[in-house]
């Protein structure tokens, strides 16, 4: 899954040592206020509606072309049970409905977000929920 997006991270880098650092850089994914590479971690209760938002947009003017950016919420199938429905995966927020029976289950979501520039850079953000 990850793999050319891998590799297209390694040659924008190289890009970087030719162009002083002036060639396109990942976009930097902020959901809820929580950037970094560890994930964001919440405390949900089953049954609630979480609204998740990823719209602030702090890359506008890192890598200097103000690409424009795109986003995808997925489930990461690998890790838990309960799968939710989310109805605009392509939106920068959304609403998600945690179901009735997801008490005690930890649930895994990404939110991808790519630029348009030079190798459509990509950048991830995991959000774990604990739902009690």
């Known amino acids: 899954r990850f793999y050319?997006?891998?590799m297209a991270d390694f040659e924008a880098r190289m890009q970087w040592t030719k162009a002083d650092g002036k060639h396109n850089h990942n976009p930097i994914v902020v959901v809820n206020g929580h950037?970094?590479?560890?994930p964001l971690m919440l405390q949900?209760?089953?049954g609630d509606t979480l609204r998740l938002d990823a719209s602030a947009d702090p890359d506008n003017?890192?890598?200097n072309?103000?690409?424009s950016i795109t986003f995808l919420w997925w489930q990461q199938p690998e890790l838990g049970t309960?799968?939710?429905s989310i109805n605009d995966e392509r939106a920068?927020?959304?609403s998600l409905?945690?179901?009735?029976?997801?008490?005690?289950?930890?649930?895994h979501l990404i939110c991808e977000v790519s630029d348009t520039g030079y190798l459509n850079l990509k950048s991830y953000q995991r959000v774990i929920l604990s739902v009690q």
Request: hydrophobic share 35%.
């Open 82 to 84: 309960i799968r939710l």
């Open 4 to 6: 050319p997006y891998e």
């Open 44 to 46: 949900v209760k089953a």
């Open 92 to 94: 920068p927020a959304l």
């Open 65 to 67: 072309d103000n690409d």
């Open 61 to 63: 003017d890192n890598n």
């Open 97 to 107: 409905h945690i179901p009735d029976d997801a008490a005690g289950q930890t649930i």
């Open 35 to 38: 950037q970094g590479p560890l």
